[in-house]
């Protein structure tokens, strides 16, 4: 089993700066992508950022420009490093990851979530 635990939210205003961390831990053989999604009140879901294992990075157009996702292997660990915040980037947060946690056994673990409240 594969455990994410995520950290970094809380309360910024508008134009202000947060950074979320997401470290996974368990049994792990290998990661795949790691990944941001978030979803706000009354809304479905949205993917946010995805990184590969090799470095490759994905983001949503409404957060391009602004937000940088990273990740640092040794430690099984995703960041999401988020700038010029909007209000509309209000949501809580969940970090998302896959791979195998045995020669051949995927897995895909999500995180508990984390508020970001963008608010004057």
């Known amino acids: 089993q594969v455990q994410l635990v995520e950290s970094g939210g809380g309360l910024v205003q508008p134009g202000g700066s947060l950074r979320l961390s997401c470290a996974a831990s368990?049994?792990?053989?290998?990661?795949?992508?790691m990944g941001w999604y978030r979803q706000a009140p009354d809304k479905e879901r949205e993917l946010v950022a995805t990184?590969?294992?090799?470095?490759?990075?994905n983001y949503a157009d409404s957060v391009k420009g602004r937000f940088t996702i990273s990740r640092d292997n040794a430690k099984n660990t995703v960041y999401l490093q988020m700038n010029s915040l909007k209000p509309e980037d209000t949501a809580v947060y969940y970090c998302?990851?896959?791979?195998?946690?045995?020669?051949?056994?995927?897995?895909?673990?999500w995180g508990q979530g984390t508020q970001v409240t963008v608010s004057s």
């Open positions: 998302n990851t896959n791979g195998r946690s045995r020669p051949g056994v995927p897995f895909t673990s």
């Open positions: 368990g049994s792990i053989f290998s990661i795949n992508a």
């Open positions: 990184i590969t294992s090799g470095g490759s990075t």
